[in-house]
């Protein structure tokens, strides 16, 4: 059967219209909310009055926003959870991706999917899960510590009273760290476990016939081999990091928690545009943080980029 | 030229066709869309076989969404002005908070008048829908009157009476340490609770929860420091759960009698009774607040939105006066609903004298009606939501880590002072 003429494609259009249900989806779901927050970024606006309601105000909200305590408080917490759940996830990952590679035959897909499970877990089970994990009466965390606690020797390293997790501020953080950590450290397995296939075998061979170690193998092989990935892996973790919402929103009731200790940025401009109504300040702080990013984003990459025509 | 004639034709029967469809609609068929929530969605749909006799040709669509996602809903209607119902519910929290802007209609202006009906409504809650430029922006239909609800079963173990619990705040704390002292019970469910009543007495005219007419921030003032050092009184004598209201903790508590008070709204009795803790029926009885305070507790408005079909708005302004200001549509919602009337000609209604099962047969809404009478409203400014954060989270510090009242209102002060203009 052939198409009559004026239904078949040409083929100058063609890849315009193959493009044409993305770029149209983009172009609503993401390029429109960006250019909108820009231009929210430089009005103040009462939402509840309307768009005609919107007024010029120029750079207002962000001297508001570097002004503003809050925001600085949310940008130490952001940078705390970041580098507490970001930084144990690579140094657990990488060893233990060799350990997987080197170690594991036929069950290697079943433990590396076991690693993988709370990644693609939705976050509200998780935070129902953890909320109860993490309860400070009848918790099975607060249980398990106060079992260790009993132990002889060792038992004095453990709190024997119930931690209360959720809300004393102290400790909201690193619960939502352990949370951020657990459900990203099986995703930055596969990543390591990916790159550990690209090393070639001979090298370890090469090196075994020279006498290297294990570890020495280790540090001088697997490591540099490694660093492409690294880079890649830790650039996710700190754009994630510092755009960290959904753990600590759904944990801390979206309020950011005692104190606002479980407070990051984002908690904080969402709470900003839709519990306190300040939109344009809101938006200017997306910016900023949208700024950091990238400024972080390129040091990493200076810090990872090969010195030298010999690396 | 038949081509022509042909064509005509044609138009002239789609043309017809048009007006067959769009005549009956013009003429008879109009569809009001009331947005709401539980269950204020009920009470509407209640008031419809009232409606339709009254106006055969207007439908009312209900549109009922879960209280927080109606509010959210409502937020994007008035900031994208579409999908904007003609008539919609409102919690007080949020008429206070739209009321800032210019999204709602000014009921007091032509064509509504609504001043002309000003007398017939609790006088707090009417002042709640005004603004500071005197715009009308909402109609109240129920009102939550405070109340102090506490085990009598608790109390009598302990020896204590209702009038030791409400004489004064001190003397309330004090009561408190003699029923945890007696039966291990605690007093209130958070400290937080006493704290948010308190600061709500004693407002001056013109003064605001946090901010006065002017902005200017209010959170150093004596109603401030002497909350704050009551909370810290009931958590020093352990007398609080240290739980947060609606969670299971706290449900918790009612059923088995360990939090013995609960300040709230007249209408938790009712949740109480229907699913909160019923089996604790007969054991519950309702005072007036300490030391005469009187506070309101929530409440339900309805608004029109500016920018909803003005074709729709004589008939939604006739829907909201008939939910409103018909006596009977007003108490049959009190009686299904628990919905305590704004309405003050319905004060009347032998319903007020009947007793209530659930508090051990008293005539509580005697009570409570005695206190809307008295509940004064407070102006609302839009930064509530974030000083109601920043003193919550001092009171925090405060509580949980000793620091220092003064210290903690003057952080509170500075950090509100940046804001108030904004």
């Given at each position: 059967m052939k198409l009559p003429a004026a239904l078949r494609l040409s083929p100058e259009w063609a890849p315009f219209v193959f493009l044409s249900p993305f770029v149209l989806l983009f172009a609503v779901f993401g390029v429109f909310p960006l250019a909108f927050s820009l231009y929210l970024a430089f009005q103040t606006w009462e939402p509840t009055s309307g768009l005609a309601a919107m007024e010029f105000v120029g750079l207002d909200n962000f001297a508001f926003a570097l002004q503003d305590e809050w925001f600085w408080k949310s940008l130490k917490n952001t940078g705390w959870l970041a580098v507490a759940s970001g930084v144990p996830q690579h140094l657990v990952a990488i060893p233990l991706a060799c350990f997987i590679h080197s170690s594991?035959?036929?069950?290697r897909n079943a433990v590396v999917g076991a690693y993988f499970m709370p990644y693609i877990t939705s976050t509200v089970a998780i935070a129902i899960l953890f909320s109860s994990l993490f309860?400070?009466?009848?918790g099975l965390i607060n249980v398990g510590l106060q079992a260790l606690a009993q132990?002889?020797?060792?038992?004095?390293?453990?709190?024997a009273n119930p931690v209360d997790w959720l809300n004393a501020p102290e400790n909201i953080k690193p619960a939502i760290s352990m949370i951020v950590f657990w459900r990203y450290v099986g995703f930055n397995v596969v990543l390591y476990l990916a790159a550990l296939q690209t090393i070639p075998n001979d090298i370890y061979e090469a090196a075994t016939m020279d006498g290297a170690g294990r570890l020495q193998q280790f540090f001088y092989i697997t490591l540099p081999s490694l660093k492409p990935m690294i880079f890649f892996g830790v650039t996710l973790s700190l754009i994630g990091g510092l755009q960290l919402f959904e753990e600590p929103f759904i944990l801390t009731g979206g309020r950011g928690g005692s104190d606002q200790s479980g407070m990051t940025t984002a908690i904080y401009l969402y709470r900003m545009a839709?519990?306190?109504?300040d939109f344009g300040a809101a938006s200017a702080m997306s910016w900023l943080l949208f700024i950091l990013v990238a400024i972080l984003t390129w040091l990493t990459n200076r810090a990872f980029r090969p010195r030298g025509p010999s690396a | 030229m038949r081509d022509t004639a042909d064509r005509f034709m044609r138009q002239r029967a789609w043309l017809g066709v048009a007006l067959l469809l769009l005549l009956p609609a013009a003429q008879a068929q109009m569809t009001l869309t009331v947005a709401a929530f539980p269950a204020v969605d009920e009470i509407v749909k209640s008031a419809l076989p009232a409606w339709k006799k009254l106006h055969p040709n207007v439908q009312v669509k209900v549109v009922s969404r879960q209280f927080s996602d109606h509010h959210t809903a409502m937020t994007t209607a008035l900031s994208?002005?579409?999908?904007?119902?003609?008539v919609m519910a409102l919690e007080v929290g949020y008429v206070g908070r739209f009321a800032?802007?210019?999204?709602?209609?000014?009921?007091?202006?032509?064509?509504?008048?609504?001043r002309k009906f000003?007398?017939?409504?609790?006088p707090y809650a009417f002042q709640q829908a005004t603004n500071r430029k005197g715009a009308v922006v909402a109609v109240p239909t129920d009102i939550g009157p405070g109340t102090l609800l506490y085990r009598i079963d608790v109390l009598n173990k302990a020896g204590v009476s209702e009038a030791d619990l409400t004489r004064s705040w001190d003397s309330y704390v004090a009561t408190g340490a003699k029923i945890k002292l007696a039966t291990?019970?605690?007093?209130?469910?958070?400290a937080r609770d006493m704290k948010d009543i308190v600061i709500r007495t004693g407002i001056q005219p013109g003064?605001?929860?946090?901010?006065?007419?002017?902005?200017?921030?209010?959170?150093?003032?004596p109603r401030f420091v002497r909350a704050f050092e009551l909370a810290r009184e009931v958590r020093r004598q352990k007398l609080d759960a240290r739980v947060g209201a609606w969670s299971n903790e706290w449900s918790e508590g009612f059923k088995r009698g360990t939090i013995s008070t609960q300040m709230t709204g007249a209408w938790l009795a009712g949740h109480l009774n229907n699913w909160?803790?019923?089996?604790?029926?007969?054991?519950w009885r309702a005072a007036q607040l300490p030391e005469n305070a009187f506070a309101a507790y929530g409440g339900t408005f309805f608004a029109i939105p500016r920018a909803a079909p003005a074709a729709n708005k004589a008939m939604a302004w006739e829907l909201i006066q008939l939910l409103t200001l018909s006596r009977e549509m007003q108490l049959g919602a009190f009686r299904?609903?628990?919905?305590?009337?704004?309405?003050?000609?319905?004060?009347?209604?032998?319903f007020f004298d009947l007793p209530i099962t659930f508090l051990g047969?008293?005539?509580a809404r005697l009570g409570w009606r005695a206190a809307a009478r008295r509940i004064t409203a407070v102006s609302v400014h839009k930064q509530d939501a974030f000083a109601d954060e920043v003193v919550n989270t001092e009171l925090d510090k405060v509580l949980d880590?000793?620091?220092d009242i003064k210290q903690a209102l003057a952080d509170a002060q500075s950090l509100l002072e940046r804001r108030a203009f904004r």
């Open positions: 594991f035959k036929g069950l309860s400070t009466d009848f132990l002889p020797v060792i038992g004095g390293l453990f709190p839709f519990d306190f109504n | 994208t002005s579409v999908y904007l119902p003609d800032q802007g210019g999204g709602l209609d000014d009921l007091s202006r032509e064509p509504y008048n609504i000003e007398s017939r409504f609790v291990g019970s605690y007093l209130m469910a958070h003064e605001g929860l946090y901010f006065d007419k002017d902005s200017k921030v209010l959170v150093t003032s909160l803790a019923p089996d604790t029926k007969g054991l299904s609903q628990d919905a305590f009337p704004a309405l003050i000609e319905t004060f009347d209604d032998p047969g008293q005539t880590r000793g620091k």
